[in-house]
């Protein structure tokens, strides 16, 4: 279903990539969001609520939001940052990425604001030898101490300044035949370290959530939201659905599959440089309970994230944190059922 724009918004706040052989994909500014993203038989493979509104700053429910510099409730912030819902802009200067070819990429760029300070604070240990850095948009209190065998060194937090945490936040989406890639990339522009969480939600769309599989994620420990952020180890062979599900798993490998068998297709999820892995679906009853989505939607859809959110990136001034993210379909005799979890861990293809 087409996601309503309403007739507030101008040309300039959506950008549609295309490429030669057809594809599709459409960015808005809002959010640095994907919200579609097409093969050439303009078949959607991304979800989008049927519930779904452009009304900033609420939230699109569907697409590839960017959740920085918070994942979920992990920390003290609104839920998954404030990046999904900021206006975004055009960078002109995406170096050192080298200049990306314009009908089919778009360079994006969210900067820190004043207003950040006041919602993301950052407190900052003065002595430079410690080099620590800690965070009050964790939960725990008064500051989530990061290193916390350095805890013990401080004894008081006499010591703390509080500085703000000036990041440029960039994301490249480029769209090539049968492949979705982002490049996400945070730079600590501050004169202090400073740590955060990224994910990109991907809400993939399926033809139906219970003829679907992932694979990649056997026998990897994972912390279960639904159980107050407990360690498991997941134990199915493939990750199946028949209820509500919401994790993080640890330690992915760089490919993840999702098997849609009905559809004779599948979603090849790579990944640099995020080690989580996050498998959302809300299933009926919590579906029901989320105002921009409709209650069936949770059979056609499927979050599977990429993520750096445990551990979360610490970055020194200067720096620059880099991540990749491609999403490919792939051929049709990948999706058997019969894929060797062996190649998918660690094969190339
Ligand atoms: O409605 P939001 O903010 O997009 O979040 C959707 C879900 O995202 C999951 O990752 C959270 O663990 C859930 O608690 C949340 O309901």
Redesign the pocket.
């Known amino acids: 279903m087409p996601l309503n724009f309403g007739n507030d918004v101008d040309g300039s706040s959506r950008i549609l990539l295309n490429e030669p052989r057809g594809s599709t994909a459409l960015v808005l500014l809002f959010g640095g969001q994907v919200i579609s993203w097409k093969n050439e038989r303009r078949e959607e493979l991304l979800f989008m609520s049927t519930k779904a509104q452009y009304m900033p700053p609420k ?1 699109i ?1 569907g697409g590839i ?1 960017v959740c920085f510099p918070q ?3 992990f920390g003290g912030l609104e ?2 940052g404030f990046a999904r819902n900021r206006f975004w802009s055009l960078d002109d200067d995406p170096s050192p990425l080298p200049p990306a070819n314009k009908q089919s990429s778009v360079d994006l760029i969210l900067k820190s604001t004043e207003d950040d300070l006041k919602i993301w604070p950052h407190r900052y240990v003065a002595d430079p030898h410690l080099f620590l850095c800690f965070s009050s948009s964790s939960s725990s209190m008064p500051f989530d101490i990061l290193n916390s065998s350095a805890s013990s060194l401080l004894g008081s937090y006499a010591n703390f300044i509080i500085s703000r945490r000036s990041f440029e936040l960039r994301v490249r989406i480029s769209i090539s035949f049968g492949k979705l890639t982002l490049i996400p990339r945070v730079r600590n522009i501050d004169s202090k370290p400073f740590s955060f969480m990224f994910a990109l ?1 991907n809400y993939l769309h399926v033809s139906d959530i219970s003829e679907v599989r992932v694979e990649g994620l056997e026998t990897l420990d994972y912390l279960d ?1 639904l159980k107050g952020k407990e360690r498991f180890t997941e134990q199915a062979d493939a990750i199946t659905f028949d209820g509500e599900i ?1 994790r993080v798993y640890l330690n992915t490998p760089t490919k993840i599959a999702v098997i849609d068998h009905e559809r004779k297709r599948t979603i090849e999820l790579r990944k640099e440089g995020m080690p989580n892995a ?1 498998v ?1 679906n ?1 299933w009926d009853k ?1 579906a029901k309970s ?1 105002a921009d989505m409709g209650d069936e939607d949770y059979m056609t859809m499927l ?1 599977v994230d990429s993520g750096a959110i445990e551990p979360q990136v610490l970055l020194k001034p200067g720096e620059e944190w880099k991540g990749r993210q491609e999403l490919s379909i792939v051929s049709s005799s990948y999706c058997s059922g019969q894929l060797d979890p062996r190649k998918v861990l660690y094969g190339d293809s």
């Open positions: 939230i429910r939001p994942f979920g409730n839920r998954h939600r939201n919401d996050v959302w809300p919590k989320i979050c």
